[in-house]
């Protein structure tokens, strides 16, 4: 149980064009999801915390213009990267947490290679 | 705000030993620890979580243990095989919501 997908598992797009991420929980309903971006050799960094029907909190530095995450249901949620340049080319990762979870415990998808030429 | 810091940075060791990570954290107030694994270029594998009110978890090879006091959990693994190597991450919750993650540890096992 408590698995999440992402799709596209990777895309090339040209610098300029917007780039949509899907997060899914395939087996739980999840009321909390998270977007982290990862760089080569580093961790991962929180960029946005989403919960069903309401908007996205952003952490500090991020723009949230240009990152634009929808959380329309509770097994779905997008990150849409939009009008891409190469320094947003990096490793994108969503995860989830269900509505009934005490633990706190959050399920982490496959994650999205971007790459924007 | 909570700091995570994981050492070492980096571990080469031959197979068939038996090895320790080490994670620590600045704000013992915690609801839980995880550890996850990372292998190059995918995404994270949930190993272990540890509740505040535990001090270990076993899981197969794998021991976490949590010494909330103090700030540190370890992971051991016994008897390492060449397929456990990975990057091994801890995260501990801040707040109710954002999971802090340590920089990793990358864990080479030597055939």
């Known amino acids: 149980g408590a698995v999440v997908s992402q799709h596209p598992s990777r895309v090339i797009c040209k610098s300029g064009t917007s780039v949509k991420i899907e997060c899914r929980s395939l087996?739980?309903?999840?009321?909390?999801m998270f977007w982290y971006r990862q760089f080569p050799k580093q961790s991962l960094m929180l960029m946005a915390t989403?919960?069903?029907?309401?908007?996205?909190?952003?952490e500090q530095g991020v723009e949230k213009d240009k990152f634009l995450i929808n959380h329309a249901s509770l097994t779905l949620s997008t990150l849409t990267v939009t009008s891409a340049h190469p320094e947003d080319s990096s490793f994108y990762i969503c995860?989830?947490?269900?509505?009934?979870?005490?633990?706190?415990?959050?399920?982490f998808g496959p994650g999205t290679r971007l790459t924007v030429t | 705000k909570q700091e995570v810091t994981q050492i070492p940075a980096a571990l080469s060791v031959p197979e068939g030993e038996n090895l320790v990570l080490n994670c620590s954290f600045t704000?013992?107030?915690?609801?839980?620890l995880q550890w996850f694994r990372q292998d190059h270029g995918k995404g994270l594998t949930s190993l272990l979580l540890?509740?505040?009110?535990?001090r270990e978890q076993t899981s197969g090879r794998l021991n976490a243990s949590l010494d909330k006091s103090s700030g540190r959990s370890t992971l051991y693994i016994a008897a390492s095989q060449p397929g456990d190597s990975a990057t091994y991450l801890c995260?501990?919750?801040?707040?109710?919501?954002?999971?802090?993650f340590g920089q990793g540890t990358r864990l080479t096992i030597n055939p």
């Open positions: 995860s989830a947490r269900g509505g009934l979870s005490t633990s706190y415990e959050q399920y």
């Open positions: 087996d739980f309903q999840a009321t909390t």
């Open positions: 989403s919960n069903e029907g309401s908007k996205a909190t952003y």
């Open positions: 704000d013992s107030a915690i609801y839980n």
């Open positions: 540890i509740q505040s009110s535990q």
């Open positions: 995260a501990v919750p801040q707040g109710a919501q954002k999971l802090v």
